[in-house]
């Protein structure tokens, strides 16, 4: 199926190169979309009578107008547009998740945080079209590449030089880094320490500095990592 995503910002460059950005993305996480740009808020309305987008990249300045109040304006009208605001400005991330805002970038956009964002959109847009969104991730093991969907995997950790899937199944071996799946697995999974990847539907509960899973086992919840598991646990 193909996907509308629109981007909305008074500044053409950024237009164009977050356009770049979403497009390469998508490539390469076989996202089937189409992107259409605009530096006006009239222009969007007017693109929106006609056409529908599935998902927006919003600016929150645009120029003579509030990227916050046209959100909140659209969402009134499209409640199936799902928003991501990218701006210069932080201080504005509690507006913008006040409008339902899924994701908030700043300036100038990461495209490893773009990308994050992008999947974790991704994954509302197909829920609400009806579709399958479950993913699947392609490992090495033993030099043989294998597909494990990630509704399987329960958690993921390091040990000496090889890192373990483990799955209702079966564990699965492979050389590549924690960093290297984190950046590879969707939003649904959180990085609780330096060497443990969580899926967050086995979550039974956050216990002081500890992770607590549906099968009883606690991991030690890392300091550095302790802000984006609260935020993302409690928002997800």
């Known amino acids: 199926m193909k996907y509308k995503v629109g981007i909305c910002d008074d500044e053409v460059l950024h237009v164009k190169i977050n356009g770049v950005f979403v497009k390469e993305i998508a490539k390469r996480e076989n996202y089937d979309i189409v992107v259409a740009g605009f530096t006006k808020a009239n222009q969007l309305k007017e693109y929106l009578r006609k ?3 599935d998902l927006l990249f919003l ?3 645009l120029g003579s107008d509030s ?3 046209l959100a909140a304006e659209l969402m009134k009208e499209y409640p199936d547009l799902v928003i991501i605001f990218i701006t210069g400005h932080r201080e504005f991330a509690c507006e913008a998740f006040d409008v339902e ?3 908030y970038l700043v300036k100038p956009v ?3 945080k773009m990308k994050r964002v992008l999947k974790r959109a991704m994954l509302q847009v197909m829920a609400m079209k009806g579709q399958s969104a479950s993913h699947e991730i392609v490992i090495t093991e033993e030099n043989i590449k294998k597909k494990v969907p990630e ?3 329960i958690t993921v950790e390091r040990q000496l030089s090889k890192s373990i899937i483990h799955t209702k199944d079966r564990d699965y071996k492979v050389y590549e ?4 799946l984190c950046g590879r697995l969707s939003p649904a999974f959180l990085r609780v320490n330096q060497s443990e990847i969580v899926n967050v539907k086995e979550i039974e509960e956050i216990r002081e500095n500890n992770v607590i899973l549906k099968s009883g086992k606690s991991i030690s919840i890392g300091r550095t990592y302790r802000k984006s598991v609260m935020n993302t646990y409690f928002n997800n």
């Open 51 to 53: 056409e529908k987008l």
């Open 67 to 69: 990227g916050i109040l």
């Open 59 to 61: 600016d929150v300045d």
């Open 177 to 180: 880094t924690i960093t290297s």
């Open 110 to 112: 990461e495209e490893q």
């Open 151 to 153: 509704e399987d995997i």
């Open 101 to 103: 805002a899924i994701g």
